[in-house]
């Protein structure tokens, strides 16, 4: 077993200084202290005034003078790491993804998130103005507001009480939950979809928060996806979900939250919340095209989730789809 390595002590460099005097080899004096001769030559080399030769407080002063200096550095200091944090910083990837990311790819090669967080608000880096790719772009985030429950009763209701354990447990795949974000002044929306197990989000444009368009686009939406993937999904008592009895047509089966419990369709809701860093409260959708929404889609599956390992929601979704296919055939 190799010994601990300790650096040279002040008490250690005044020694050094009266051997040194006294004509005391190299090797002699890495005798004495228990060391290799190499690390009492460094001390030497890096330490020793050109006309005084080797003092200790000299010697002393310019070591505490590089401890300062290496402070002063910024904390990426490997250059892998730092254009790493760069490259994902620029792609929307949240500091704690960054972090997991790399120690999932670059066997041996860590950060902690809070490093890149004090990175991006240390003052010397304020004119990088890096704030600007996170999320929130600021500290401190604000409590969300929800929509209002509507009164009027929805037909077939089915209470998420009902709902299997399985489902609750985020044990079997192909559970989603839905909700509807809505755009500038309330004429239009995005129906948005996400499965429980991989967090994967699906989005459709509606011209219309209502019930007609809002199951056309579940229909057109859960319409392309293997059986597999399509079990259940979660929703809201919104106006838009009178017509969710229309699923069963692909073998689906509908269960609501309890009013004003928004909780009970988090994954949902925190997705919504994602999207909206990308459309903010205020955006007319009718301005959006739908290729440009399935493009903020595709970037939001692709970033990676501390609760899934790390991996990506595509990655789990694909996974997940894969065994299910296999266990069909």
Same mark, same amino acid.
């Given at each position: ?15 050094? !200084? ?14 004495? &202290? ?9 001390? *030497? ?12 407080? /000299? ?40 972090? $997991?990311? *790399? ?25 990088? /103005? ?17 929509? $209002? ?23 079997? &795949? ?11 002044? /309330?004429?239009? $929306? ?31 939406? &859960? ?5 597999? !993937? ?100």
């Amino acid at each position: 077993m190799s010994k601990k390595h300790h650096k040279i002590s002040s008490e250690e460099r005044d020694k050094i !200084a009266q051997w040194v005097s006294q004509k005391v080899g190299v090797r002699e004096i890495a005798r004495r &202290f228990g060391r290799s001769p190499s690390s009492v030559s460094e001390e *030497l080399l890096r330490n020793s005034n050109k006309e005084a030769g080797y003092v200790a407080i /000299h010697a002393q002063q310019l070591t505490s003078e590089r401890v300062r200096a290496a402070r002063k550095r910024h904390l990426l200091k490997n250059a892998v790491v730092f254009a790493y944090v760069h490259e994902k910083l620029r792609h929307g990837w949240s500091p704690e993804m960054i972090a $997991g990311r *790399l120690e999932k790819e670059r066997v041996g090669q860590r950060i902690h998130h809070e490093t890149i967080y004090r990175y991006i608000y240390a003052p010397e880096n304020a004119h990088l /103005h890096l704030y600007e790719y996170l999320s929130w772009k600021r500290r401190r985030r604000r409590k969300k507001k929800g929509r $209002g429950v509507h009164r009027s009763r929805i037909p077939q209701r089915v209470s998420i009480h009902e709902r299997p354990d399985a489902v609750n447990e985020r044990i079997e &795949f192909g559970h989603w939950e839905g909700d509807t974000v809505e755009g500038k002044w /309330h004429r239009n $929306g995005i129906h948005t979809e996400t499965e429980r197990v991989s967090r994967l989000l699906a989005a459709a444009k509606v011209r219309r928060i209502a019930s007609e368009e809002t199951v056309a686009a579940q229909l057109n939406m &859960f319409g392309d996806m293997p059986e597999g !993937a399509r079990h259940s999904t979660t929703l809201d008592n919104g106006r838009e979900n009178h017509l969710h009895y229309r699923l069963e047509e692909l073998g689906m089966k509908t269960y609501f939250a309890d009013p004003y419990s928004s909780w009970q369709r988090g994954t949902n809701e925190y997705h919504n919340g994602v999207l909206r860093r990308y459309l903010p409260k205020g955006t007319d959708f009718d301005t959006i095209e739908d290729e440009e929404l399935q493009d903020i889609v595709r970037e939001i599956n692709n970033k990676p989730r501390k609760c899934l390992g790390w991996e990506t929601p595509e990655e789990i979704f694909k996974k997940s789809l894969g065994v299910r296919i296999l266990l069909r055939t």
